[in-house]
Every structure is written in structure tokens, then in C-alpha cells.
Nanobody, 114 residues
């Protein structure tokens, strides 16, 4: 059973930065695709950024140049560095990994005030 636990969410003013962290219970990020998604009330969960086992990254157009996904294989950690935050980035952010099945974290609230 894979467990993913996010941390690092919070309240920040527009233009500020936050770093989300995702701790995995086993070593998965180096061998599987992982990603960050976000969701706001009444909307579908959307992909924010992803990283493959080879380290290739992909970003939603809305966050390109502002967010960076990375991982620390030795620590079983996934990160999302978020800079130049905007009020429209306000959402619950979820860590995701695929290990022969979909696994999700519990979510971390990010609120950006204007």
C-alpha cells in the first residue's frame, strides 16, 4: 500500500512563494510517473505539473515559468515550488503517483490573497 502525505500549504499574498512537499511511504518517485494536481470547488481536478521516471517534466500553461516540480529519490519526496503566486492559484493541491494503480495524497490547501 502506497501512502502519500502532502505538507507545506497555507496562506500567502499574491506574488509570494510556497513549496509543497509530498512524502511517500515507499520508494516510488524515481521509478514511476508522479504529479501535482489541484482542485477548486465545483471544478474538476486539473493537472498542474508532472515528472516521469526519467525526469521529464510537463506543466499546465497557467503555471509555466512560475512552478517547478522536482523530487528527491533518496528521501522519497516530491516537491512543487510555486513562485509568483496569483489568487487564481488558490486550490487544494494533491500529490499523485502511479504504481500499478492511482495513488493520491490527502490534499493541501493553498490560498493566495490579493
Amino acid at each position: 500500500q502506497v501512502q502519500l502525505v502532502e505538507s507545506g500549504g497555507g496562506l500567502v499574498q499574491a506574488g509570494g512563494s510556497l513549496r509543497l512537499s509530498c512524502a511517500a511511504s515507499i520508494s516510488i518517485f524515481s521509478r514511476n510517473r508522479a504529479a501535482w494536481y489541484r482542485q477548486t470547488p465545483g471544478k474538476q481536478r486539473e493537472l498542474v505539473a508532472s515528472i516521469t521516471s526519467t525526469g521529464s517534466t510537463n506543466y499546465a500553461d497557467s503555471v509555466k515559468g512560475r512552478f517547478t516540480i522536482s523530487r528527491d529519490n533518496a528521501k522519497n519526496m516530491l516537491y512543487l515550488q510555486m513562485n509568483s503566486l496569483k489568487p487564481e492559484d488558490t486550490a487544494v493541491y494533491y500529490c499523485y503517483a502511479w504504481v500499478f494503480a492511482d495513488y493520491w495524497g490527502q490534499g493541501a490547501q493553498v490560498t493566495v490573497s490579493s
